[in-house]
């Protein structure tokens, strides 16, 4: 039963170690290879995901 436990809490430091691992090709943005940004309407400041003029906006509305 001891083996056990201790073998469960020696995986979770090792999981947890990996976890605050930073390695340096997983970037936050930028070139790195990190998610885009979302685009934004500069009129309302909406999030536009699909691209083309806004639905929300009086401009994009037709």
Do not use: N, W
């Given at each position: ?18 976890g ?28 536009n ?14």
């Open positions: 039963m001891v083996k056990i436990v201790t073998l469960f809490l020696i995986g979770m430091v090792v999981l947890a170690l990996f605050r691992l930073r390695l340096p090709r997983i970037g936050r943005g930028g070139r790195t290879g990190g998610l885009p940004k979302p685009r934004l309407c500069p009129e309302c400041g909406r999030y995901l699909k691209g083309g003029p806004c639905r929300h906006c009086s401009e994009g509305q037709s």
